[in-house]
Every structure is written in C-alpha cells, then in structure tokens.
C-alpha cells in the first residue's frame, strides 16, 4: 500500500489556514485535530473551521476527533466535508454503529487509540473499518516526543489487519519526524500524521516530500 503524508494543522498558523493550507500542497490529506478540553486538555477547533477550510483547499481533510460523545459529533463533520472521521474508540458509545454512519455519510470511518489501549480486544471490529489511528503519544497536544514503546502495537495492529486480509489504512500520530518515520514504516504503518516536522520546517511541502521518501523506502524493505 502507498506511503501517506498527513500534515497535521495543530502546528500550523490558525490565523493563515488557508495559506498553510497551500504550503503542503503534495500532501495525501491535511489531518484536522479536533479538540473539546474534556476528552484531551486542550481546545482547538470544530465544524465551523472545518467547513471553511474545506471551501481552501482541494486537500482531503483527514478529521481526528479528541472530543466526548463523538457518537453525537462525528456525523457533523461528515457533513462538514470531511472525507475521513477518526473517533476514539475510549470515548465511542456504539463503536460499529458510528463507524457505520460516517461510511453511510460518504466519509472513510477509522479508529483511534490512545497508547494505553490495547488493539486486541478490537479486532473483531477492524472490518468496519477504513483506517486504524494509532497515537505515538498522548493525545492533546503537539511537538510531544515520540513514544518508542508503541512500536510493537503498530506491529500487532498490521498482523491483525493482514490476518484478516483487510485492505485498511494504519496511521500513527505523534512525534513522527524524519528521525522516527523509518521505524514506524517498518513496524507496519503507511499513513503518517506529521505537525512540527512539516510545519517547523523552513520548506513544508518539501518536508513533506522528504517525509515521503523516507517512509517509502523503509516499507520497501
């Protein structure tokens, strides 16, 4: 499956969205982090943000939704044009019913789990799924330090995933630069959620392409 680069806007400018917007341009979609200050301590942006930035940018917007009761919000962002909804299964009511909704709304449905969360006691859910979110740090806030420990979850994840024989994304999120991208291609991740390291960088897009390069290579092997 192909390498995916996903800027993450939390490390961007708010008050230039759509022009960071454009400065990623070549990226596979722009990860949205959407945040309540109850599910994470931190509060970022909703469904009003969402539909304007959707109205900037050609880019796929990638929603990761940090937030309490998403079985209330996510249809929202759907609808919002959202073309990926990621919700945290801690936080899911009706996992297999909400993921069922975003699909019936147009949206690819994923799931996301902190890195105390074990991926086995859902593996009879991954078939309802377009995408599994695994978090390399905790939720909540950029620029944290990538957590090496989640590397063989990734790997349990991608034996799951591969045991049933599902044609779904496996994104990581957190602290993934060009000195941690390698290891997580090579644990078995190909969508990649990348904020300070694309947008710290004196050149996004090429960051971007650099990131690329990198994940590629270290999943060929």
Known sequence: MAVQINPSILSADFARLADEAEAVRGADWLHVDVMDNHFVPNLTLGVPVVESLRKATDIPLDCHLMIEDPDRWAPQYVEAGAGSVTFHVEAAAAPVRLAR??????????????PATPIEPY?????????????????????????????????????????????????????VSTAT????????????VAGSA????????????????????????
Do not use: N
């Not at 024989?165 to 496996?170: E, P, Y």
């Not at 004196?202 to 999943?219: G, H, I």
């Open 101 to 114: 909704e975003i699909r019936a709304k147009g949206a690819r449905a994923s799931m996301a789990l902190r």
């Open 198 to 221: 694309v947008y710290g960088a004196a050149d996004p897009a090429e960051a971007v392409r650099a990131l690329r390069k990198q994940a590629t290579a270290a999943c060929a092997h």
């Open 123 to 175: 593996e009879d859910l991954l078939p309802e799924l377009d995408m599994i979110l695994i978090m390399t740090v905790e939720p909540g806030f950029g620029g944290q330090a990538f957590l090496d420990v989640m590397l063989p979850k990734i790997r349990r994840t991608r034996k799951l995933i591969d045991r049933h024989g599902l044609q779904m994304w496996l994104q990581v999120d957190g602290g």
């Open 181 to 192: 991208i390698e290891r997580c291609a090579e644990a078995g991740a190909d969508v990649f």
